[in-house]
């Protein structure tokens, strides 16, 4: 088990579930419902379930929650893969969004979301973004998720929490963004735990709520970018170095920090693929 986290309290976690990602609203989009707990307000989640038939991955269950609606791409090959599209805007004060993953034996999914999330000045309120995810014996799933941007005025929680069976492979990408161009970047706390077979395998909380704090040096001093792969279930290969964290179990964290979204790209890509990620 690797274990990280930097000091402070973690935002207490209103009710139980799952996240997920933004963008623009559709069309007909719903009235946003009451505020609930904690100041967030009540939410359906989004749910993709998959099995494999043959030797493809079929979707079971394509659930369109309160802010996203899976969408199945094509592609070659027996994987499936799903694109979050966007129901409403997101993520605005009170927002609790929520995607719920299960991927069945031996099945494999790739999983993009095209227009990343944007967290808006939440004017003394909150948002949290959370995704729940079970992978079962011998499933396969990559995960890219384009930028994650918090605004200035934003408070908002990123939780992950993963679900590994044995012989699974989670393979996961993600860039977070501390303000839009110009801004220092609002509150984040990001969360992720990860477990495979039952064992701990990353358990991190990423707290950057304290704009101070984390300009410190040995946080990020002054980069205002985290771009992250993570392979869980397998360990890749390929030297060590300084951005590389090989965990206890069968699993890696590579991690970039910068001040510019777009130069994460080209470093972030080349480990995905050394990894085994998709084009």
């Known amino acids: 088990m690797t ?14 579930g799952a996240p997920a990602s933004a963008g623009a609203p559709g069309p007909g989009a719903a009235p946003a419902p009451a505020s609930g707990r904690g100041g967030l307000n009540p939410a359906e989640p989004a749910v993709i379930a998959v099995r494999r038939v043959g030797a ?4 079971v ?5 309160t802010f996203l609606r899976p969408r199945v791409m094509r592609r070659p090959g027996t994987a499936l893969r799903v694109a979050l599209a966007a129901v409403r805007a997101a993520l605005c004060a009170g927002d609790d969004v929520r995607l719920r993953i299960d991927v069945g034996p031996g099945a494999e999914l790739e999983l993009v979301d095209p227009n990343g999330t944007v967290a808006y000045n939440a004017r003394g309120g909150r948002a949290a973004w959370r995704a729940s995810v079970r992978l079962a014996e011998g499933a396969r799933m990559s995960w890219t998720e384009p930028s994650f941007v918090v605004s200035d005025g934003a408070d908002v929680l990123r939780e992950i929490d993963a679900d590994l069976a044995e012989g699974a492979e989670l393979l996961w990408r993600e860039a977070l963004v501390l303000g839009r161009t110009g801004e220092r970047g609002g509150a984040l706390l990001a969360s992720t735990r990860v477990r495979l077979a039952g064992r701990e395998l990353l358990a991190e909380d990423l707290d950057l709520r304290d704009a101070g ?5 040995g946080v990020l001093g002054g980069a205002r970018v985290v771009g992250q792969v993570g392979l869980f279930g397998r360990a890749p290969g390929g030297p060590a170095g300084p951005d590389r964290l090989d965990l ?3 699993g890696a964290l590579w991690r970039w920090t ?3 979204p777009y130069r994460s790209e080209a470093p972030l890509a080349r480990i995905w693929r050394a990894w085994g990620g998709h084009a």
Do not use: K, N, S
């Not at 493809?56 to 979707?59: A, G």
């Not at 269950?61 to 929650?65: P, V």
């Not at 704090?213 to 040096?217: E, T, V």
């Open 213 to 217: 704090l984390r300009a410190l040096p």
């Open 258 to 260: 910068g001040d510019h």
């Open 56 to 59: 493809r991955t079929v979707p």
């Open 61 to 65: 269950a394509l659930e369109t929650g």
């Open 3 to 16: 274990r990280t986290d930097t000091a402070a309290p973690r935002l207490p976690h209103p009710g139980a």
């Open 248 to 250: 206890a179990g069968p």
